[in-house]
């Protein structure tokens, strides 16, 4: 089992910066994929980033490439989501989760476990 805690989110203006954090619990964090998602109000949850168990393969929506980086810390348990230039359509919840199949997937129903989200409101 793998519990997932994200926190970060908050009211910035547009061009400003934030960052997530996700912390989870379990002995594999290490061998897992991880993942970003968001859901805006009225919409489906979307991908956002997703990192392999290493760090070494990253995958990011268009919409965020060159704004987003997603990053972890496997001594921590911790992977992170450090969002630049915010635009006032970034504005939604965002959710962590873990994928414990191999390869970075996009598809939110290969991930198995999911935080609680935190919300993100970019102003103008």
């Known amino acids: 089992q793998v519990q997932l805690v994200e926190s970060g989110g908050g009211l910035v203006q547009a061009g400003g910066s934030l960052r997530l954090s996700c912390a989870a619990s379990g002995r594999t964090f290490s061998s897992y994929t991880m993942g970003w998602f968001r859901q805006a109000p009225g919409k489906e949850r979307e991908f956002v980033a997703a990192?392999?168990?290493?760090?070494?393969?990253?995958r990011y929506a268009d919409s965020v490439k060159g704004r987003f980086t997603i990053s972890r810390d496997n001594t921590k348990n911790t992977m992170y989501l450090q969002m630049n230039s915010l635009k006032l359509e970034d504005t939604a919840v965002y959710y962590c989760?873990?994928?414990?199949?191999?390869?970075?997937?996009?598809?939110?129903?290969?991930?198995?476990?999911w935080g609680q989200g935190t919300q993100v409101t970019v102003s103008s």
């Open positions: 990192i392999g168990w290493s760090g070494g393969s990253r």
């Open positions: 989760a873990v994928d414990r199949r191999l390869g970075v997937s996009l598809y939110e129903g290969e991930y198995d476990y």
